[in-house]
C-alpha cells in the first residue's frame, strides 16, 4: 500500500499562474484534507472532505479551491497563485472525518510563488 | 491568534535521558489532544493521543500528560532514542473535529 502520495513533490510558480496539487489515497478512507505548513505557524486547514460528494472550509479556504474527484482522489486548485501561498502542502485522509480516526499524512508538495 | 502553542522551537537530550515536549492551549473548548512526530521530507505521523476525560495516556516509551486547569499538555519520552530526533507537533480539537495545531518542537538526540 502506498498511502497517501501528492504529485508533485516541488513546483514553482509565477504570481498569477494557476495550479492544481493532487492527492490520492488507497486505504479506502471516508474522509480527506488538504493543510499547509508555514514558518512559526503549525499546520494549517484548508478544506477537508468528510466523504466522497462532499467539501467544507477548514480555517484558510481563501485562493484555493478543492475536487473530490472520488473516494480516492482530492484535488486543491490555486487559480491564480500568489507569494503569500509559497508553503508546504500536505494532503491527509482518514476513515472518518471524527478525530479520533489517525489522520494518515502524504510527503507534502514544496511550492514556490515568486 | 495562536490556540495551541509550543514555545520551545527546539530541544536537545542525549540518548537515554528523558525528553519533555511541552505545550499550552488557549481554548478551554478543547477535547481532544494529540502529539505528532515529523521527519524531514516526510509528512507528520501520529504518536499518542489523550482524551480530555484523562490527564495520562501512556505508550510504551511514550507518555501524554494533560493538565487541564493550566491548559497544558506535555509529551514525555523516555528513554530518548537518536531515532526520535524529529519535529513534534501538539494538535487539539474541539468537537472531535478538525484539528488545531502548534508550531513544532525540533527534538535532537544526541548519542
Known amino acids: 500500500n502506498a498511502g497517501v502520495t501528492q504529485t508533485p513533490k516541488f513546483q514553482v510558480l509565477k504570481t498569477g499562474q494557476s495550479m492544481t496539487l493532487q492527492c490520492a489515497q488507497d486505504m479506502n478512507h471516508n474522509s480527506m484534507y488538504w493543510y499547509r505548513q508555514d514558518p512559526g505557524m503549525g499546520l494549517r486547514l484548508i478544506y477537508y472532505s468528510a466523504s466522497e460528494g462532499t467539501t467544507d472550509k477548514g480555517e484558510v479556504p481563501n485562493g484555493y479551491n478543492v475536487s473530490r474527484l472520488n473516494k480516492r482522489e482530492f484535488s486543491l486548485r490555486l487559480e491564480s497563485a500568489a507569494p503569500s501561498q509559497t508553503s508546504v502542502y500536505f494532503c491527509?485522509?482518514?476513515?472518518?472525518?471524527?478525530?479520533?480516526?489517525?489522520?494518515?499524512f502524504g510527503p507534502g508538495t514544496r511550492l514556490t510563488v515568486t | 491568534d495562536q490556540q495551541v502553542k509550543q514555545n520551545s522551537p527546539s530541544l536537545s537530550v542525549q540518548e537515554g535521558r528523558i525528553s519533555i515536549l511541552n505545550c499550552d492551549y488557549t481554548?478551554?473548548?478543547?477535547?481532544?489532544f494529540l502529539w505528532y512526530k515529523k521527519y524531514p521530507a516526510e509528512g507528520p505521523t501520529f504518536l499518542i493521543s489523550i482524551s480530555s476525560i484523562k490527564d495520562k495516556n501512556e505508550d510504551g516509551r511514550f507518555t501524554v500528560f494533560l493538565n487541564k486547569s493550566a491548559k497544558h499538555l506535555s509529551l514525555h519520552i523516555v528513554p530518548s532514542q537518536p531515532g526520535d530526533s524529529a519535529v513534534y507537533f501538539c494538535?487539539?480539537?474541539?468537537?472531535?473535529?478538525?484539528?488545531?495545531f502548534g508550531t513544532g518542537t525540533r527534538l535532537l538526540v544526541s548519542p
Open positions: 491527509a485522509s482518514s476513515e472518518m472525518v471524527v478525530i479520533t480516526y489517525e489522520q494518515y
Open positions: 494538535a487539539a480539537s474541539k468537537g472531535f473535529q478538525k484539528l488545531v
Open positions: 481554548n478551554s473548548m478543547f477535547d481532544y
